[in-house]
């Protein structure tokens, strides 16, 4: 069974930094390219950033400089890094595993991420 448990969601003011963590669970961690995405209310889920396996790493042009994803294969773990968080960036945050070459993607259930004074 596939599981990917998102932590470390919160309330947080304009300006201020979160770790957002996603534990998996039942994949062979190092086929996978993990991601994050996001979807704010009323709106599609975006793409945020991506690593694969090496430690290559994609980011959305919008949290470029400020969010950095990283993992640690051994714990089968993916963090996001989120600093100078801005308004625009409240959303439900979900963690996402996809398998190389294949069409197969695993989803967690969203941590909500808020910026707000």
């Known amino acids: 069974q596939v599981q990917l448990v998102e932590s470390g969601g919160g309330l947080v003011e304009p300006g201020g930094s979160l770790r957002l963590s996603c534990a998996a669970s039942g994949i062979t961690f190092s086929l996978y390219v993990m991601g994050w995405y996001r979807q704010a209310p009323g709106k599609q889920r975006d793409f945020v950033a991506s690593?694969?396996?090496?430690?290559?790493?994609n980011y959305a042009d919008s949290v470029k400089g400020r969010f950095t994803i990283s993992r640690d294969n051994a714990k089968k773990m993916v963090s996001l890094e989120m600093n100078s968080l801005e308004p625009d960036d409240t959303a439900i945050y979900y963690c996402m595993a996809h398998l190389s070459g294949s069409n197969l993607d695993y989803w967690g259930q969203g941590t909500q991420v808020t910026v707000s004074s």
């Open positions: 690593i694969t396996s090496s430690g290559r790493a």
